[in-house]
């Protein structure tokens, strides 16, 4: 259990790296995990790269804030494909502080260069 700030705590329980994604070539990376806050309540998030095209090697924290950053409800703005049969709590909410760390974390355990040295041995495979 890793601590996002003072209020949350986070750990990470699975990841999956997925196809490569058409626009970034980098790939599609999903981390899952659970957050608890600081009175003990534990939500269950989806992290991915691959969102913000401007940045594709950068990790969103898929939320449900007063101000979401994904269009739809929590679970909703991240495609169907890519959260799968994941669980992700409906009354999700942390601050950007924990978002952040998470995503941190995130970007630690799958670096640039993996997400781009997998890409690369995957278009070996299918190109043989």
Request: net charge neutral; hydrophobic share 40%.
């Amino acid at each position: 259990m890793a601590t996002a700030n003072a209020r949350y705590t986070f750990e990470i329980t699975g990841s999956e790296m997925l196809a490569a994604h058409p626009k970034s070539g980098l790939l599609t990376v999903v981390v899952e995990g659970i957050c608890t806050n600081a009175d003990g309540v534990s939500f269950d998030f989806i992290a991915t790269n691959n969102l913000d095209q401007r940045y594709p090697e950068r990790f969103k924290v898929n939320w449900n804030g007063s101000k979401a950053r994904m269009p739809e409800v929590v679970g909703l703005g991240i495609a169907d494909d890519v959260r799968g049969s994941r669980k992700v709590s409906q009354d999700l909410y942390f601050t950007r502080g924990a978002r952040i760390a998470i995503a941190k974390k995130c970007i630690t355990l799958f670096p640039l260069w993996m997400q781009q040295a997998k890409s690369a041995a995957a278009a070996e495979e299918d190109a043989s």
